[in-house]
């Protein structure tokens, strides 16, 4: 169990330029979830996935956001045209859930902090 | 709609002291789950405890444990011995579907030795 990575730790942009992050969750994880925290605030759900399938992206901040979980393992969150109120971490966290269940663990990276100048 | 509150922006506690951290939540469901997160400066989010709302147990791990109140809407986090590792970021959480994890805004604790 080497946890959840997340590249880059730190990305600087220009407004309006587009950035990708990546996600590499625990290798037996079916689920996988991605989550924005700006300052002072506790995380927001964005969207996730099971396996392969990104089974909610209503949450998505706008039609600039979008994710992929190509063949269910690795994920990327990207940004397109960006946008000063982009500024934020973007938090990846990744499961193993069995069915439904709600209640289970969520293992979460350390985050990528982005700017946008 | 679902929210987090957590009315204490920070917290300090003295070592081997004991704390307890609050949270209220506002919910229409009967069937939930919460959560306490704990975020250090090293940004990474780790669970510190879990609890079923159809259990009326208080959860316990280790030196943590909730007081939660159902009809209150209440989960409050009691840190007992607290140690300087302690020293962190508290999130409050409530899920009720896959779609989302509410959190709240959450308290800075501060250990003093």
């Known amino acids: 169990d080497t946890g959840v990575s997340q590249n880059p730790r730190h990305k600087i942009t220009k407004r309006g330029q587009n950035v990708t992050f990546r996600c590499d969750p625990i290798?037996?994880?079916?689920?996988l979830y991605w989550y924005r925290q700006t300052l002072g605030q506790g995380p927001e759900f964005l969207t996730y996935f099971q396996n392969e399938a990104q089974l909610e992206k209503s949450r998505l901040l706008s039609d600039r956001f979008s994710a992929e979980r190509p063949k269910g393992s690795f994920s990327t969150l990207e940004i397109q045209r960006t946008e000063q109120g982009d500024s934020a971490m973007y938090l990846c966290?990744?499961?193993?859930?069995?069915?439904?269940?709600?209640?289970?663990?969520?293992?979460f990276g350390s985050g990528t902090q982005l700017s946008v100048l | 709609a679902q929210t987090v509150t957590q009315s204490q922006p920070e917290m300090s506690v003295q070592e081997a002291e004991t704390v307890t951290l609050s949270c209220t939540y506002d919910?229409?469901?009967?069937?939930?789950?919460l959560f306490w997160y704990k975020q250090p400066p090293s940004r990474q989010m780790i669970l510190v405890i879990r609890q079923e709302a159809y259990k009326q147990q208080n959860a316990t791990e280790n030196r943590f444990s909730v007081n939660f109140q159902k009809a209150a809407k209440s989960f409050s986090l009691k840190i007992s011995d607290s140690q300087l590792g302690d020293a962190a970021m508290y999130f409050c959480?409530?899920?009720?579907?896959?779609?989302?994890?509410?959190f709240g805004a959450g308290t800075r604790l501060t250990v003093k030795p």
């Open positions: 290798s037996e994880h079916n689920r």
């Open positions: 966290a990744s499961s193993l859930a069995v069915g439904t269940a709600l209640n289970e663990k969520l293992f």
């Open positions: 919910t229409s469901e009967s069937d939930y789950y």
């Open positions: 959480a409530y899920r009720y579907n896959n779609n989302d994890m509410r």
